[in-house]
């Protein structure tokens, strides 16, 4: 015997933390001489040979201590790969043996830098990753389980029996394994197994890839196999900034824009059918779209009613199609419901083919408790705090991530990373961030623990935020990184260098909760409720605002856009064109949700699709028209987004007519003198002679009418345009008398070039007159 029967022991019960210095080649010293000791435990087997690469000739293995643990003696000088045949029953297999690699992927500084919350790639290391060690194709394994007493990777390739492939630990809880001969598509997870005997199975962490739920394993993935074809706008991007263009955001989810029959299966680019995923239970007869249809479908729409970007809820991987994505368990695994993740790089590559950008919704402030995924990981709060009182959101029934340990704040860091650099995103969403600044963020008195200094404010979860974003600008400029912050929390959209949180959006929740309140009121009203309009502008410089109006805004019984609305059908779409056409001419970025851009009746339902037929009625074939046009001005009006976020890019002309429930201001573009006046008209009174100062004199365009015939309307308007009076009016010695549409939405702008070749004539006149 050449081991000690403890030893073997550890080995069998699956209690070695390093099962290579038991299992594998070994030299040790018999008779005086050096041999080779070769020992494999296999737990089915009845019997074992070793087979050299040499003469492929066997060598008998003898059972030692346990009928399943066995050795072969060598006395060789040298060992190169070798096999082990054995049997079990009536079967026969021939394998590489994962003990006789002992080149490890990970190194001591990879360690370190994890250990620190500063390998901002470390998904290169942790995971499943296909090499070849020593000639050899196979999968390295490793996964963060410091607590574990013991680790095994779990597959097909060994029966799902966590005896065999038991990995070893290395530096800082890292444990590893290299298995021979497993590929691209294997399904698998980690068994873990604690000090109190308890066996967890849980996919992996790092994996690239699921399986389609209800089953819950990650499957081996190569990720950098797909062939790009945007680098003339991946290098555009790099030297832009975002925040001087049009950004006018089509907020999607994936699985409900539209289906599918069954019946009609989807097409692989080498004619083969991919299997289909059933929508939902409610919906048995049809199927989700793939990424590859979505990218035929999805983008040529996208990019018909002009919108900029694409913003998906959370694409990540996660168990429950009612969560809509924001109840993660894969964080670096695009759901498989629609594809491989080759599929969705096609789908980015497209959209970025048509000049849309892609923004995706990140969800670092929680994740579920299922059993499979981050909770509980290694039979410890791995991921989550601990304490109750910090580690769960018991109105989601989800767990709150541990910032204050530096493994997990990398773990996420790096993942915000990793969408950008495997999957060329242009910009993250993160979700519910005052979930993560906040201790007390929907907690009664006594659920929740200060911090150090006795106040409510979640400092590691701020200080994770800053991080997050200070590396992604430091490898990505020109990205978007937009916070969905319901507070007043400051600095949100300031760069972290200044103490802010780094982002360079940040959505304008108390716009879209005043914007909603006015609308909803009978417009009688609205003219005492004026502040609503104005009240954005005392603090819209203060950050980088997106106006968004989206899917939280059309569910749980709040009603569709067109259900909010007061007043008879007619009434109700024209105060959805006032609003959005406010909303576009508003200084802020813009973001709509799905079905808005036909005025959907019913809420947004994530179990079914939008209402598409709508369509063919023409109050709703009118308001798509209306959002192809708003867009198109928006994307061409540079006086509508250059000077977002400066109080230089907006000026009042009358906030205060609140009896006619009007107000009247201009945009200015930057570092020109361009400038456009915006007249809003929030009721369904019209005015024929409505008189609003300007700047300067001239012929103003009529650009953009929310009451347009097209769209709809009473088609009430001023022919194109008019001419200003020499009327000090609005503090202004010009004004122009306007014919103010029934809630509708006026946006006007000098015509510099018509206006001069008037006074040109004007003086020609009076010069042959004199």
Same mark, same amino acid.
């Given at each position: ?14 209690h ?13 010293e ?32 003898h ?22 045949r ?58 963060? !389980? ?52 308890h ?137 498989s ?20 950008g ?9 994740f ?47 993942? !915000? ?16 961030? !005052? ?14 623990? !200060? ?12 200080d ?55 609308f ?49 059908d ?70 509508l987004?250059?000077?977002d ?32 006046v ?5 009721t ?87």
């Amino acid at each position: 015997m050449t081991i000690a029967l403890d030893q073997i022991d550890r080995i069998v019960w699956n209690h070695h933390h390093d099962p290579f210095e038991v299992l594998g080649p070994h030299q040790i010293e018999k008779d005086g001489q050096t041999v080779w000791a070769l020992r494999a435990y296999l737990p089915n087997a009845d019997a074992a040979w070793v087979i050299l690469p040499e003469d492929r000739k066997e060598y008998p293995m003898h059972s030692v201590h346990n009928p399943h643990f066995f050795e072969c003696i060598l006395d060789i000088p040298e060992l190169s790969n070798y096999q082990l045949r054995y049997k079990e029953g009536e079967h026969e297999r021939v394998t590489y043996d994962p003990y006789a690699f002992r080149s490890p992927k990970l190194t001591d500084f990879d360690i370190h830098l994890f250990s620190e919350g500063n390998h901002h790639r470390i998904y290169e290391k942790l995971g499943a990753h296909t090499m070849n060690l020593n000639g050899v194709d196979g999968v390295y394994f490793a996964v963060w !389980a410091p607590s574990a007493r013991n680790v095994s990777v779990l597959g097909n390739f060994n029966h799902w029996d966590g005896r065999q492939h038991q990995m070893r630990k290395f530096g800082n809880g890292v444990w590893e394994l290299f298995i021979p001969e497993v590929g691209v598509g294997e399904p698998y997870k980690y068994e873990i197994k604690n000090f109190d005997g308890h066996i967890y199975e849980k996919s992996d962490p790092y994996g690239f890839q699921q399986e389609v739920r209800p089953k819950t394993a990650s499957i081996v993935a190569e990720l950098d196999t797909y062939t790009w074809n945007d680098a003339d706008w991946m290098e555009q991007r790099r030297h832009n900034d975002p925040l001087l263009h049009p950004i006018s955001v089509y907020e999607c989810h994936l699985g409900s824009w539209n289906r599918a029959p069954f019946s009609e299966p989807h097409q692989l680019p080498d004619g083969t059918v991919e299997p289909a995923v059933q929508a939902v239970e409610l919906d048995p007869g049809s199927r989700f779209l793939t990424y590859r249809e979505l990218a035929d479908r999805l983008i040529p729409y996208v990019k018909e009613l002009g919108f900029t970007h694409i913003e998906l809820l959370p694409v990540a991987e996660h168990p429950f199609d009612g969560s809509w994505g924001y109840q993660v368990t894969g964080y670096y695994a695009p759901t498989s419901r629609f594809g491989t993740p080759e599929d969705f790089m096609y789908f980015v590559d497209q959209c970025h083919l048509n000049g849309i950008g892609v923004i995706v919704d990140w969800v670092p402030g929680h994740f579920p408790k299922d059993g499979h995924g981050l909770a509980f990981f290694d039979g410890t709060h791995l991921y989550e705090h601990a304490d109750p009182r910090k580690g769960e959101h018991k109105g989601w029934g989800t767990l709150v991530f541990n910032y204050s340990r530096n493994e997990v704040r990398n773990f996420l860091v790096s993942n !915000a990373l990793f969408w950008f650099d495997k999957y060329h995103i242009d910009g993250i969403r993160v979700d519910a961030v !005052a979930s993560i600044l906040y201790l007390n963020y929907c907690r009664e008195d006594g659920e929740w623990v !200060a911090n150090q200094y006795g106040g409510c404010e979640n400092i590691e979860g701020a200080d994770f935020i800053r991080q997050t974003n200070h590396v992604l600008f430091s490898y990505y400029p020109g990205i978007l990184s937009i916070a969905e912050e319901s507070t007043s929390w400051p600095m949100v959209s300031w760069p972290t260098y200044v103490g802010g949180l780094g982002f360079n959006l940040k959505w304008n929740m108390g716009w879209m909760h005043d914007m909603l309140d006015y609308f909803h009121m009978d417009p009688w009203f609205r003219q005492f409720h004026q502040n609503n309009v104005t009240f954005s502008i005392w603090y819209h410089h203060s950050e980088n605002f997106m106006l968004a109006l989206s899917h939280d805004e059309v569910v749980h019984g709040k009603s569709n856009m067109l259900g909010k609305m007061p007043g008879d059908d007619w009434q109700k779409f024209a105060n959805v064109r006032a609003l959005f056409t406010y909303m576009f001419a508003h200084p802020g970025k813009k973001t709509i949700f799905m079905g808005m851009e036909f005025a959907q009746w019913k809420e947004w339902n994530a179990w079914g699709t939008l209402e598409w037929e709508m369509l063919q009625f023409p109050p709703h074939q009118g308001i798509k028209r209306f959002f192809q046009d708003l867009n198109t001005l928006y994307r061409n009006e540079p006086t509508l987004y250059e000077n977002d976020f400066s109080e230089e890019g907006f000026q009042w002309i009358d906030c205060s007519d609140n009896r006619h429930s009007v107000v009247s201001f201009i945009r200015r573009a930057k570092d020109t003198d361009e400038f456009v006046v915006v007249v809003c008209n929030f009721t369904p009174q019209p005015h024929s002679h409505y008189r609003v100062g300007v700047p300067e004199p001239g012929f103003y365009t009529e650009l953009f009418n929310s009451d347009s015939g097209e769209y709809g309307g009473s088609n009430m308007g001023n022919l194109g345009g008019k001419w200003t009076d020499e009327w000090w009016f609005h503090n202004y010695p010009h004004s122009i008398d306007l014919c103010l549409p029934p809630l509708g939405v006026l946006i006007l702008k000098l015509d510099r070039e018509k206006t001069a070749e008037a006074y040109q004539q004007v003086e020609a006149e009076e010069g042959a007159d004199s």
